[in-house]
T-cell receptor, first 115, second 115 residues
Framework: AQKVTQAQTEISVVEKEDVTLDCVYE???????LFWYKQPPSGELVFLIR??????QNEISGRYSWNFQKSTSSFNFTITASQVVDSAVYFCALIASGGYNKLIFGAGTRLAVHP | DTAVSQTPKYLVTQMGNDKSIKCEQNLGHDTMYWYKQDSKKFLKIMFS???????INETVPNRFSPKSPDKAHLNLHINSLELGDSAVYFCASSWTGYNSGNTIYFGEGSWLTVV
């Protein structure tokens, strides 16, 4: 069975703090894909990153960085120098192999960045 | 240009009514989806169509019927609406292929409230 766990329900930080959102996944497949999506207060779902299981390189995009560790089945997301505009619900998700694109989402982490 | 657009964005209707949500994508993708987000923000796939063919059909009441007139459109019709159908419905699209893990792009969501 496939599963994504985001243990942090809500995180509250003050602007300019760094914050890490945790994501732990479960799958028996050797080929799989991991994603992060952002849902701002306006409600849309915005794609942030896709990673396949064979690429464990960390990725940095501006203030965002992702740490993929197969040994711990984790795909954590760090925002450096957080800003109020980062306030949103962030979802980690998994597509396992052996089927058509079926995203399995974690429960989401609500991030509140205060001025 | 909105890549995945769905209408209406907000819909308030009475129990027992029938309603439809329309979705169109201009990304040239060959696969479209409907996801449901419940009141706790949990996201789950409902249906997926590839080139107008139904390929994913999760355990959804048969009051929900998707229809794909062409690969750029996927509509969702709901019969005999119930209070529990109140949710946000997201349309999405991607390229696909078996075991591809392609990125799924979401529309802005349709907020359905059944009273």
């Amino acid at each position: 069975a496939q599963k994504v766990t985001q243990a942090q329900t809500e995180i509250s930080v003050v602007e300019k703090e760094d914050v890490t959102l945790d994501c732990v996944y479960e799958t028996r497949d050797t080929t799989y894909y991991l994603f992060w999506y952002k849902q701002p207060p306006s409600g849309e779902l915005v794609f942030l990153i896709r990673r396949n299981s064979f690429d464990e390189q960390n990725e940095i995009s501006g203030r965002y960085s992702w740490n993929f560790q197969k040994s711990t089945s984790s795909f954590n997301f760090t925002i450096t120098a957080s800003q109020v505009v980062d306030s949103a619900v962030y979802f980690c998700a998994l597509i396992a192999s052996g089927g058509y694109n079926k995203l399995i989402f974690g429960a989401g982490t609500r991030l509140a960045v205060h001025p | 240009d909105t890549a995945v657009s769905q209408t209406p964005k907000y819909l308030v209707t009475q129990m027992g009514n029938d309603k439809s949500i329309k979705c169109e994508q201009n990304l040239g993708h060959d696969t479209m989806y409907w996801y449901k987000q419940d009141s706790k923000k949990f996201l789950k796939i409902m249906f997926s169509y590839n080139n107008k063919e139904l390929i994913i059909n999760e355990t959804v009441p048969n009051r929900f019927s998707p229809k794909s007139p062409d690969k750029a459109h996927l509509n969702l019709h709901i019969n005999s609406l119930e209070l529990g159908d109140s949710a946000v419905y997201f349309c999405a699209s991607s390229w696909t292929g078996y075991n591809s893990g392609n990125t799924i792009y979401f529309g802005e969501g349709s907020w359905l409230t059944v009273v």
